[in-house]
């Protein structure tokens, strides 16, 4: 089932985000909070506390969820705590992407801040 996030043209590429995964990098824990908007709805926010990483093992999130398909640009937005923030939109990842149909995003948290990497993949 491909999931679909932009507006719906035939002219217009469109592309979907399929999953995220955000991970703590820090040697602290950290409070991350995700927020996603499409127009004026915010259709996700969740808090979540990651704990320090130790060693070769790191704590995080892995999102796939029905919010993340549907029709209207999809604004994702990663905060942690008050170091930094970093987000995407599927309407500016489509005119990066056309032809990509879905994508996967992965967001570190380091001491540098949130980063935000995506890469096409099979839907």
Same mark, same amino acid.
């Given at each position: ?7 719906? *043209?035939?002219? =217009?590429?469109?592309? *979907?985000?399929?999953?995220? #995964? @955000?991970? !703590?990098?820090?040697?602290?824990? @950290? ?10 709805? /915010?259709?996700?926010? #969740?808090? &979540?506390? &990651? ?5 070769? %093992? ?7 969820? !029905? ?8 604004? @994702?937005? @990663?905060?942690?705590? *008050? ?8 309407? %500016?990842?489509?005119?990066?992407? =056309?032809?990509?149909?879905?994508? *996967? +995003? &992965?967001?570190?948290? #380091?001491? !540098?801040? +949130? ?5 096409? /993949?099979?839907?």
């Amino acid at each position: 089932m491909a999931l679909t996030a932009g507006c719906i *043209s035939g002219d =217009e590429p469109q592309v *979907s985000i399929h999953e995220i #995964d @955000v991970v !703590n990098l820090r040697d602290e824990s @950290v409070e991350v909070t995700i927020t996603a908007e499409r127009g004026d709805e /915010i259709v996700y926010e #969740d808090s &979540f506390e &990651f704990d320090p990483k130790q060693g070769g %093992s790191t704590d995080g999130v892995y999102l796939k969820e !029905n919010w993340m398909g549907g029709q209207g640009d999809l604004e @994702v937005t @990663v905060s942690a705590d *008050s170091l930094d923030e970093a987000s995407l939109s599927t309407a %500016s990842l489509a005119r990066e992407y =056309e032809d990509a149909e879905c994508l *996967s +995003v &992965f967001t570190p948290i #380091d001491e !540098n801040g +949130v980063s935000m990497y995506y890469a096409e /993949i099979e839907c």
